[in-house]
């Protein structure tokens, strides 16, 4: 039942994000009658997700973790950018300019792990350690904080799940030299955001055209 | 006359930046080699852009590599150039090179001597 919801979850999600694409940029009306609509579907998984982790695969964990974590951390987050992978590699660059912030105007990102999980120390002080999803890590709430903004959630859409990692991986070794460069630290959120990636695609691969980032603000805000 | 594969001038660097990287050719790898050798920045964005445009030609094949520490544990996507897109990173410098033929006396005060 929860593979059948996740299923049906993202293929709401791919129907709307191809609607209000489709009608870049979306009125008012069409982002709340998004809202409204996502709402709905949250609200019977939500009551649905009673799963018992041990019956499914690591994958399937992955996917259904990334599903409950946007389900209920997504919300706190009050800008979305939708990035296919093109646009997501240079994530950087479109901090600087939508945003109008430079790097060292980021701040440092938080994790805020439940209390029945612990971040590890050495996965909150490096982005360099393999990141593997344990039981223990499902619950860790991670936001990508900036200065004087709201927080910021970059969604990556990828055609294959190898290209999500692949496309991670850049990004992580392009923000690894701005890191050392700037001596900003890289957050986990990454894993977060290849998991929703790996979320979204999971359904289809046709999902948006080839270039696109825009900005669909309060998409998921309760 | 066989019809070649025509390639543009970014695409016929990245094909030979690919070339030379060898075996470790992925996206950051070629980006930096195209900067040390060309001076061209090119961003990973346009970079991914081509090396997609020239995979979905044939010309290239990738495969996933191994995963890296740096990367945080993710693998890359290894580029290989293939048979025929070395077929026609050959064709183009054969054809730069028939064109500069003409040329061989170089320059002179912005003059082409011939």
Partial sequence: VTKRLTLQLSERLEKELEHLCASFPPTKSDILRAQLRMQSDKRRVDQSISYRLSDYSLYDLNTLEALKYTETQIAKFEEITILNRVRAIEALDLAEKLYGLSIEKIDEPTCQASPSSEIPASAHESAFSPIELSQEDKSINVSFKMSNRADTLLLFVCPTPDDAEASVGDLMERFEQVRARKSWRISVAYFYWELLLLTVTKAKTRMIGATIGPLLKRFFAG | ?114
């Fill in chain 2, 1 to 114: 006359m066989m019809q070649h594969d025509k390639l543009t001038d970014r695409e016929l660097k990245i094909l030979l930046a690919t070339l030379r990287c060898g075996e470790d050719a992925y996206a950051p790898r070629i980006g930096e080699k195209l900067l040390e050798w060309t001076g061209e920045d090119l961003s990973l964005g346009a970079l991914h852009s081509a090396l997609d445009r020239l995979e979905e030609r044939g010309l290239v094949e990738s495969a996933m590599g191994a995963p890296t520490p740096e990367r945080g544990g993710r693998r890359k996507k290894i580029i290989r150039v293939n048979a025929k897109g070395q077929i026609a990173v050959q064709h183009a410098l054969a054809v730069l090179g028939r064109m500069a033929e003409g040329v061989t006396g170089g320059f002179e005060g912005g003059e082409v001597v011939v």
